[in-house]
């Protein structure tokens, strides 16, 4: 296994960067990942050591991302919790077989597509009810909007201004990393809605 180990610092960048993106309005693909930060102020961090740790994972920019996808990360030392490695390992498990659970996933969907989306007085869509109650995964939920475009009515007509705005902002932020095959996934939405 070829190891793509960084120096502390850069893992330190990383960090940071992967935060902001997930955090705020900081675009980690338009920035190329590049943030504000001096050595001089990883030196004086209390927790640089947690950076060192980070900087020997095989691919310290998946683990990030995967932890940060899953939970709250806000600090570094919560990467070195039991589950941290568990949600990286099954985050790369799900992405190996991106097809498959989108296809099965969608099969769980009402059958007439348009009563998966459609909202009935300002509530929760069944598609979003279901995200919640985690029968879909975040990564499904994202590759059906972005085959259908359904967000953007879904910003205008949910009435929640807490729950929605807080899955919608992960979803954008998520997106640019979940990769997947468009042609198989609109193959397996064909036969499911055929």
């Known amino acids: 296994m070829i190891s793509l180990s ?18 705020g309005g900081y675009d980690y693909f338009k920035y190329q990942g590049k943030v504000k930060a001096t050595s001089d102020s990883f030196e004086r ?3 640089k050591y947690q950076f060192y740790r980070l900087s020997k994972h095989k691919d310290a920019e ?10 709250d990360l806000k600090w570094v030392g919560d990467l070195f919790s039991d589950d941290a490695e568990e949600i990286y390992n099954n985050w790369l498990k799900k992405q190996e077989s991106l ?21 009935k007085d300002g509530q ?12 879909i995964s975040i990564e499904t939920l ?3 909007n972005d085959i259908f475009n359904f967000f953007p009515y879904w910003n205008k007509k949910i009435e929640d201004t807490i729950i929605w705005p ?10 640019p990393f979940v990769q997947y095959n468009v042609f198989k996934c609109k193959k397996a939405l064909k036969e499911t809605f055929s």
Request: charged letters at 30%.
């Open 62 to 71: 998946k683990f990030l991302v995967s932890n940060f996808v899953e939970r």
């Open 142 to 144: 994202i590759i059906l």
């Open 166 to 175: 807080g899955i919608y902002n992960k979803c954008l932020k998520y997106k």
């Open 99 to 119: 097809t498959y659970i989108f296809s099965n996933e969608t099969k769980k969907l009402l059958t007439k597509f348009d009563e998966n989306i459609i909202i």
């Open 6 to 23: 960084m120096s502390p610092f850069e893992a330190y960048k990383k960090f940071l960067a992967l935060k902001y993106h997930f955090d």
């Open 124 to 135: 929760h869509p069944h598609l979003l009810r279901m995200f919640l109650r985690k029968e």
């Open 45 to 47: 961090r209390k927790d």
